[in-house]
């Protein structure tokens, strides 16, 4: 079964720098698929994810904070329409964070970030290891983004939903 990688906090301000590229093509053995500059990998061969976890961490030169998901569950989020009902303009940017582990007691949703008309950050759906919100295109919103994960009290990581989209293509065989 294929699995999905995400990286927390990796080539963000200069920080925790690499190339998703050169990563992608040493474990090309595991048919990895980089998505993007961000950390997101998708892995085609059968492995475990404590043997991903080890080739990961012998490549990279820092340890980075790793959430590995099964193609079934990245499939599942994404054909379970978690923005239903939830209108779309084109300043508003939805997003889904992988929770390093499920959350114990979730908030009362909507979480609202700068609540008001002017919200920055909108978190509507949660489901197992999953956040899916919302946010607009504003200075301020990286600060917000990074209280949702201090609110929900685990550490995440978020990725535009295109990316979740891209994600599904790959690992439904629509892309390489």
């Not at 099964?70 to 989020?77: F, L, M, R």
């Not at 979730?106 to 197992?128: A, C, M, T």
């Not at 939903?161 to 065989?173: D, E, P, R």
């Amino acid at each position: 079964m294929a699995l999905v990688v995400f990286l927390r906090g990796v080539n963000v301000g200069g920080h925790k720098t690499f190339k998703p590229s050169v990563l992608a093509k040493e474990l090309s053995h595991l048919d990895m698929v980089n998505i993007g500059a961000a950390g997101t990998f998708v892995i085609r061969k059968p492995i475990s994810q404590s043997k991903l976890r080890a080739e990961l961490l012998k490549r990279l030169p820092f340890e980075p904070d790793i959430m590995i998901c099964s193609a079934k569950e990245i499939i599942d989020i994404a054909s379970s329409d978690p923005f239903a009902g939830e209108p779309t303009t084109p300043d508003v940017v939805r997003f889904a964070s992988v929770l390093h582990k499920p959350l114990k007691s979730p908030p009362e949703l909507p979480l609202i970030l700068n609540p008001g008309d002017d919200w920055l950050v909108k978190v509507v759906r949660i489901k197992e290891r999953f956040v899916f919100g919302m946010y607009r295109r504003a200075m301020k919103t990286i600060t917000y983004l990074g209280q949702v994960e201090k609110r929900l009290g685990v550490s995440a990581t978020t990725r535009n939903w295109n990316t979740i989209n891209a994600i599904v293509k790959v690992l439904k065989g629509n892309a390489k």
